[in-house]
């Protein structure tokens, strides 16, 4: 597992196909369900499935993705974070989740900035987008920490609803 950043508490990689039982956690956890959305992964095989058809496609197809966060001692995935192109945005979005009994130990926000970090000076993105929903406080709230500044909102589809936009 080769990481592409690393943080002083974290090792940020790609993810593997074997990362299925932690992804089939993550995406069943009360946050991704409720702000992100049902995936309709409910065993480890479509889990898997969704890894390469999601997550190593991005990689392959983009350059980037959704990478997997890990504890830097024990390399014990607790989330992911990374950039998502969107057919909607002009820019790829940092996108985050992270596993319930690791959330406000500031993972996330220590991800983010080493990511923002890697897309400008790595990746060579030269504007990085970031959208959530006007009730989901806390992504607000992280999104406003790591210098992203609200810009104007979005609509993705027809009847999906209107999203908060920032930029960097």
Not at 11 to 20: G, K, L, P, R
């Amino acid at each position: 597992m080769k990481a592409i950043t690393k943080t002083p508490r974290l090792q940020i990689c790609e993810a593997e196909v074997t990362d299925s039982k932690f992804i089939l956690e993550l995406l069943n956890s009360p946050n991704w369900l409720e702000f992100i959305g049902d995936r309709d992964v409910k065993t480890e095989k479509q889990a898997n499935a969704y890894i390469k058809s999601s997550l190593i496609a991005s990689y392959k197809q983009n350059g980037y993705g959704l990478y997997k966060m890990c504890l830097k001692e024990s390399l014990h995935p607790i989330g992911i974070c990374g950039f998502v192109k969107r057919d909607y945005l002009d820019h790829p979005d940092i996108g985050f989740a992270i596993l319930p009994q690791f959330e406000g130990k500031g993972f996330t926000y220590e991800a983010c900035i080493a990511l923002l970090d890697y897309g400008k000076y790595h990746l060579k993105l030269d504007s990085i987008l970031g959208i959530t929903t006007m009730e989901n406080i806390k992504s607000r709230n992280l999104l406003e920490k790591i210098n992203l500044k609200q810009v104007g909102t979005v609509t993705p589809k027809k009847n999906q609803g209107e999203y908060l936009l920032f930029s960097t």
